[in-house]
């Protein structure tokens, strides 16, 4: 086609239209059909090629803005919802015609369902045209009118921009992409005022659809655009409209729940902390990678925070509505042309008079971590010299406050920290300096921040005990406690509690004492147990575990067992996040000691140690798991190798079918009884790793506990044990929810047998 010249091209084309169970879009039971970006379209063109992208469910299909005009003929008794404009509605052999016509758009839905079940409502003011379903039923309409014009009128103010396109807002649409929290909680548990969980549902769902049509993007790789605006400005709302709500709503009125973190934060930090839990687990991504190579909840949450927190980063340190009027710039940019990141970029340095660059290259292009805390500090007679020491070397800057009687009394940008770096600052009334004292940095850590000036002790945070679980508290070293209930044919009943300080985000180091009474014994046994997380951020390798565990229970009625166990594990994954392949090896050392016992046979092995090496290769869906590992176990008597291969697989009617392989030999092997044997129908377990009611019994019930290791067998032999070689076929199929058929294959070799 030669320029400024058109040329018609017909298309006959079927739509196949799905069920909506798999992806919200498409036909119901109740008649309703939901068409969405299922007609064909302009495609994107950027950088003198045409942007192909397939559908992968995210909604982020990049369009070129074209004019639509539908004619469509449904049934009388049906009646049609888009976000196009409505030119004409006509009887035409006893059908309804509706005439769709629309200029300038990258895509739209259309929605057919029986007239008797509409349940869609038009709204309008002079911002906006709204048309949706989302309601609330402890809302009547009136409410929900209003609260649709109090958010749209927000909106546009906060973006600077009117449009005027309708924008179609949907229980589908907000299904798809909830407000995680919000969603979570049962019916019966409502620590929100209604109107303010149909405003977040609202907002959110009106935004999505508002700036993915009215920005010109590439909406799968410059993504973070779009969501940070969004979250941005639903940040804004709550902390205009709800400057006092918790993330845990009225629940923070309940005097019991005092005491909690979690009860006591706002409810825009949990935006921050969603974030925090991703960077914790090694799993953050950077923002400015494709939509689809992102896994699911840094795509659907963690991702889309932290891009709003960026953006909230960016607003306070440029100050001046910098950010917003910026936005509002954009907004009105992508009006008249397609616009890509470099467009956003140039907006935001143009008006910014302070250097940014660290925003893009350090916040958006990397996942590098953000961690400053205090050095060294020197007073003289009226100020401190106080060190700033950046731990990750992410070089952007960090307020810094002072503080009195939780006022604040400065505060003062500190840039350029590559490493570390000295400012001095008055002390007059002075009582602490807290870095990032607001959270407007979205740092990986919160607890090395802040610092007294009254003296040693006061540098030193109190303990605080919670019961059962916590968000993390910077001002506290918080220890945690839940009873403890356990069971077994030697100890009885152990009742006990168990303390720990792992709170609901991952921390580089974790404990657990759990003391208990055995009532059987009348003695005091448990368990104790430290562990070292490390994350490495490059590379294969991501993660190293050190630890280190002490229990103690009984084996056998009034025999005790003693079991210590340093370990380390190296974690390695693929460099697609999106694929569930986990490799580990785990080298331990285990340092057995064992009481002597006249209930059981085996008295000659009380103490022993025993080095194990494993490697697992695990890949994991959830239709579809495969499993691989080897294990290695060497002591002065005895030397086994074992390698264990497991495939489990999900039907579409529920069904399960599972398979497992287990090959093990002895290199060497100078003890005469079976007590470091392989089990045939059940484990020696003499490592102590399972949770076996009875270990020691030989007859009745409890010697009848199956677990899953060794030969697998299912059926009781004679000769239970193989001192030599094994190896067995284990496979299962379940025919009706717990009930399974099985069937074990397997042969195995003794020392001078047949």
């Given at each position: 086609?030669?320029?400024?010249?058109?040329?018609r091209?017909?298309?006959?084309?079927?739509l196949?239209?799905p069920n909506?169970?798999?992806?919200n879009y498409?036909?119901?039971?109740?008649?309703?059909i939901?068409?969405k970006?299922?007609?064909?379209?302009?495609?994107?063109?950027?950088?003198n090629?045409?942007l192909?992208?397939?559908?992968?469910?995210?909604?982020?299909i990049?369009?070129?803005?074209?004019?639509?005009?539908?004619d469509?003929e449904?049934?009388?008794?049906?009646?049609?919802?888009?976000d196009?404009?409505?030119?004409?509605?006509?009887?035409?052999?006893?059908l309804?015609?509706?005439?769709?016509?629309e200029?300038?758009?990258?895509?739209?839905?259309?929605?057919?369902?029986?007239?008797?079940?509409?349940n869609?409502?038009n709204?309008?003011?002079d911002?906006?045209e709204?048309?949706?379903?989302?309601?609330?039923?402890r809302?009547?309409?009136?409410q929900?009118a209003?609260i649709?014009?109090?958010?749209?009128?927000?909106?546009?103010d906060?973006?600077?921009?009117?449009?005027?396109?309708?924008?179609?807002?949907?229980?589908?649409?907000?299904?798809?992409?909830?407000?995680?929290?919000?969603?979570?909680?049962?019916?019966?548990?409502?620590?929100f005022?209604?109107?303010?969980?149909?405003?977040?549902?609202?907002i959110?769902?009106?935004?999505?659809?508002?700036?993915k049509?009215?920005?010109?993007?590439?909406?799968r790789?410059d993504h973070?655009?779009?969501?940070?605006?969004?979250?941005?400005?639903?940040?804004k709302y709550?902390?205009?409209n709800?400057?006092?709500?918790?993330?845990?709503?009225?629940?923070?009125?309940?005097?019991l729940?005092?005491?909690?973190n979690?009860i006591n934060t706002?409810?825009?930090?949990?935006?921050?902390?969603?974030?925090?839990?991703?960077?914790?687990k090694?799993?953050?991504?950077?923002?400015?990678?494709?939509?689809?190579?992102?896994?699911k909840?840094?795509?659907?949450?963690?991702?889309k925070?932290?891009?709003?927190?960026?953006?909230?980063?960016l607003?306070?340190?440029?100050e001046?509505?910098?950010?917003?009027?910026?936005?509002?710039?954009f907004?009105?940019?992508?009006?008249?042309?397609?616009?890509?990141?470099?467009?956003?970029?140039?907006?935001?340095?143009k008006n910014?008079s302070?250097k940014?660059?660290w925003?893009?290259?350090t916040l958006?292009?990397?996942?590098?971590?953000?961690d400053?805390?205090?050095g060294?500090?020197?007073?003289?007679?009226?100020?401190?010299?106080?060190?700033?020491?950046?731990?990750?070397?992410?070089?952007?800057?960090i307020p810094?406050?002072?503080?009195?009687?939780?006022?604040?009394?400065?505060?003062?940008?500190?840039?350029?920290?590559?490493?570390?770096?000295?400012?001095?600052?008055?002390?007059?009334?002075i009582?602490?300096?807290v870095?990032?004292?607001?959270?407007?940095?979205?740092?990986?850590?919160?607890?090395?921040?802040w610092y007294a000036?009254k003296?040693?002790?006061?540098?030193h945070?109190?303990?605080k005990?919670?019961?059962?679980?916590?968000l993390?508290?910077?001002?506290y070293?918080?220890v945690f406690?839940?009873?403890s209930?356990?069971?077994?044919l030697?100890?009885?009943?152990?009742?006990?509690?168990?303390?720990?300080?792992?709170?609901?985000?991952?921390k580089p180091?974790t404990?657990?004492?759990t003391?208990?009474?055995?009532?059987?014994t009348q003695?005091?046994?448990?368990?104790?147990?430290?562990?070292?997380?490390?994350?490495i951020?490059?590379?294969r390798?991501y993660?190293?575990?050190?630890?280190?565990?002490?229990?103690?229970?009984?084996?056998?009625?009034q025999a005790?067992?003693?079991?210590?166990?340093?370990?380390?594990?190296?974690?390695?994954?693929d460099?697609?996040?999106r694929?569930n392949?986990?490799?580990?090896?785990q080298?331990?050392q285990?340092?057995?000691?064992?009481e002597?016992?006249?209930?059981?046979q085996?008295n000659?092995?009380q103490?022993y140690?025993?080095f194990?090496?494993?490697?697992?290769n695990?890949?994991?869906?959830?239709?579809?798991h495969?499993?691989?590992?080897t294990?290695?176990?060497v002591?002065?008597?005895?030397?086994?190798?074992?390698t264990?291969i497991?495939?489990?697989?999900?039907?579409e009617?529920?069904?399960?079918?599972?398979?497992?392989?287990?090959?093990?030999a002895?290199?060497?092997?100078?003890?005469?009884?079976?007590?470091?044997?392989?089990?045939?129908?059940?484990?020696?377990d003499?490592?102590?790793?399972?949770?076996l009611?009875?270990?020691s019994e030989?007859?009745?019930?409890?010697?009848?506990?199956?677990?899953?290791?060794d030969?697998?067998?299912?059926?009781?032999?004679?000769n239970?044990?193989?001192?030599?070689?094994?190896?067995?076929?284990?496979?299962?199929?379940?025919i009706?929810?717990?009930i399974?058929?099985?069937?074990?294959?397997?042969?195995?070799?003794?020392?001078?047998?047949?």
């Amino acid at each position: 086609i030669k320029p400024n010249t058109k040329q018609r091209i017909k298309i006959y084309y079927e739509l196949k239209i799905p069920n909506d169970k798999f992806t919200n879009y498409g036909f119901n039971n109740e008649g309703q059909i939901y068409l969405k970006d299922c007609f064909l379209s302009i495609c994107r063109f950027e950088n003198n090629h045409f942007l192909l992208q397939s559908n992968e469910n995210l909604d982020d299909i990049s369009n070129s803005n074209a004019s639509y005009s539908l004619d469509i003929e449904i049934p009388n008794n049906y009646i049609l919802i888009s976000d196009l404009k409505e030119v004409a509605l006509q009887n035409v052999n006893n059908l309804k015609k509706y005439i769709l016509k629309e200029n300038s758009r990258q895509s739209f839905s259309i929605v057919l369902l029986p007239e008797s079940k509409n349940n869609y409502n038009n709204y309008k003011n002079d911002k906006a045209e709204v048309v949706s379903n989302l309601n609330d039923k402890r809302l009547n309409e009136i409410q929900i009118a209003l609260i649709i014009d109090k958010i749209t009128s927000f909106v546009s103010d906060e973006l600077g921009y009117k449009s005027s396109k309708k924008v179609l807002v949907s229980k589908e649409d907000y299904a798809k992409n909830p407000f995680y929290g919000v969603n979570q909680l049962p019916s019966f548990i409502n620590p929100f005022p209604d109107e303010f969980i149909f405003e977040i549902k609202f907002i959110k769902t009106y935004l999505a659809q508002l700036l993915k049509e009215n920005i010109q993007i590439n909406h799968r790789n410059d993504h973070w655009i779009e969501e940070g605006i969004q979250q941005f400005i639903l940040t804004k709302y709550i902390e205009i409209n709800y400057p006092k709500f918790n993330m845990l709503g009225s629940l923070s009125k309940i005097k019991l729940l005092k005491g909690y973190n979690i009860i006591n934060t706002d409810f825009n930090d949990q935006f921050y902390y969603l974030h925090t839990l991703m960077t914790r687990k090694n799993l953050d991504q950077p923002l400015g990678d494709a939509k689809n190579t992102f896994v699911k909840f840094n795509e659907q949450i963690a991702g889309k925070y932290r891009a709003g927190l960026n953006l909230n980063y960016l607003d306070a340190y440029l100050e001046n509505n910098i950010v917003k009027n910026s936005i509002s710039e954009f907004m009105n940019l992508n009006q008249n042309s397609q616009t890509s990141k470099h467009d956003f970029k140039y907006i935001l340095q143009k008006n910014s008079s302070k250097k940014i660059d660290w925003f893009f290259k350090t916040l958006v292009e990397k996942r590098d971590l953000i961690d400053f805390k205090f050095g060294s500090i020197k007073s003289s007679n009226d100020s401190l010299a106080v060190s700033i020491k950046n731990k990750t070397k992410a070089n952007v800057p960090i307020p810094l406050y002072g503080i009195h009687n939780d006022s604040i009394v400065f505060k003062k940008w500190i840039e350029n920290v590559k490493t570390d770096t000295t400012i001095v600052v008055s002390k007059d009334n002075i009582e602490k300096l807290v870095l990032n004292y607001k959270k407007e940095v979205p740092e990986n850590n919160l607890r090395n921040n802040w610092y007294a000036t009254k003296g040693f002790l006061f540098n030193h945070r109190p303990l605080k005990f919670n019961f059962l679980k916590d968000l993390e508290n910077p001002y506290y070293n918080q220890v945690f406690y839940v009873p403890s209930f356990e069971f077994n044919l030697y100890d009885g009943m152990k009742f006990g509690i168990k303390f720990n300080n792992k709170s609901i985000l991952d921390k580089p180091f974790t404990f657990n004492i759990t003391p208990e009474y055995s009532t059987n014994t009348q003695k005091i046994v448990g368990a104790v147990s430290g562990l070292v997380n490390q994350n490495i951020r490059d590379g294969r390798l991501y993660n190293i575990k050190y630890s280190v565990s002490a229990s103690t229970s009984h084996y056998a009625p009034q025999a005790l067992y003693t079991r210590i166990i340093p370990r380390i594990s190296f974690r390695f994954r693929d460099e697609n996040f999106r694929n569930n392949k986990n490799e580990v090896i785990q080298l331990t050392q285990y340092y057995v000691n064992r009481e002597k016992s006249n209930y059981t046979q085996e008295n000659t092995t009380q103490n022993y140690s025993i080095f194990n090496a494993r490697y697992f290769n695990i890949q994991s869906e959830v239709t579809k798991h495969f499993a691989f590992n080897t294990d290695l176990q060497v002591s002065g008597t005895f030397g086994k190798i074992a390698t264990e291969i497991e495939y489990r697989k999900l039907f579409e009617d529920n069904r399960r079918i599972t398979m497992r392989f287990y090959f093990g030999a002895f290199m060497y092997n100078d003890i005469r009884s079976d007590f470091f044997s392989f089990g045939i129908d059940r484990t020696t377990d003499y490592l102590f790793n399972y949770n076996l009611l009875g270990r020691s019994e030989s007859t009745g019930l409890f010697s009848q506990q199956y677990v899953a290791a060794d030969g697998g067998f299912k059926t009781k032999f004679q000769n239970s044990f193989a001192n030599q070689w094994i190896t067995s076929i284990n496979s299962s199929f379940n025919i009706w929810n717990w009930i399974e058929i099985y069937g074990d294959v397997g042969a195995f070799k003794n020392k001078y047998a047949n």
